[in-house]
T-cell receptor, first 111, second 116 residues
Framework: DAKTTQPNSMESNEEEPVHLPCNHS???????IHWYRQLPSQGPEYVIH???SNVNNRMASLAIAEDRKSSTLILHRATLRDAAVYYC????????????FGTGTRLQVTL | NAGVMQNPRHLVRRRGQEARLRCSPM?????VYWYRQLPEEGLKFMVY????????ESGMPKERFSAEFPKEGPSILRIQQVVRGDSAAYFC??????????????FGSGTRLTVV
């Protein structure tokens, strides 16, 4: 599986935007970029995924670099409920396959 | 439409007993994945099943662990002769995967196994 690199932790103030970076320099052409988050004592939660184009949904936006070697998850207005570990994961497209979780970024949101 | 249902939420077993963890995928999902999360660690893939078939068990310990996903009923992760090191949170995820498509996974809330 191609690897991803994320900062161990980040902090944000409530109601401000948060940009969570992810590097994936060995990404292959068929790899999708997935983001999940895990709130304390809960199972992971799907956030967003994309292939080449930027993506928006009700939870977040995903900005993908033109060379696809990096991406950024954008939370437009962080709230205390967004405090979680955020995982950036590459998943092979074409056939169903497992997700391989790394260590993720622990996001702290303060008042 | 209920999400992925896992039960029990909490399970306590004595060393040497068997643990059976159940996972009912979302309606319409035929792919199930099991993950284990040890205390203060990340999620580790264990096994991927599609109805009645094990597709990838590369993350399963070679002994004492088994998984099934029968034609009818939930997926079962079975741990025989549990040891203290099996204490962890076990998460199940399901997905809808027509060939060539790519969808997100839905995870359950997990079963927290404690071996005493």
């Amino acid at each position: 599986d191609a690897k991803t690199t994320q900062p161990n932790s980040m902090e944000s103030n409530e109601e401000e935007p948060v940009h969570l970076p992810c590097n994936h320099s060995t990404i292959s052409g068929t790899d999708y970029i997935h983001w999940y988050r895990q709130l304390p004592s809960q199972g992971p939660e799907y956030v967003i995924h994309g292939l080449t184009s930027n993506v928006n949904n009700r939870m977040a936006s995903l900005a993908i670099a033109e060379d696809r070697k990096s991406s950024t998850l954008i939370l437009h207005r962080a709230t205390l409920r967004d405090a979680a570990v955020y995982y950036c994961i590459l998943r092979a497209g074409g056939t169903a396959s497992k997700l391989t979780f790394g260590t993720g970024t622990r996001l702290q949101v303060t008042l | 439409n209920a999400g992925v249902m896992q039960n029990p939420r909490h399970l306590v077993r004595r060393r040497g007993q068997e643990a059976r963890l159940r996972c009912s995928p979302m309606k319409g999902h035929s792919h199930v994945y099991w993950y284990r999360q040890l205390p203060e660690e990340g999620l580790k893939f264990m096994v991927y099943l599609q109805k009645e078939n094990i597709i990838d068990e590369s993350g399963m310990p070679k002994e004492r662990f088994s998984a099934e996903f029968p034609k009818e009923g939930p997926s079962i992760l079975r741990i025989q002769q549990v040891v203290r090191g099996d204490s962890a949170a076990y998460f199940c995820a399901s997905s809808y995967e027509p060939t060539g498509a790519n969808y997100g996974y839905t995870f359950g809330s997990g079963t927290r196994l404690t071996v005493v």
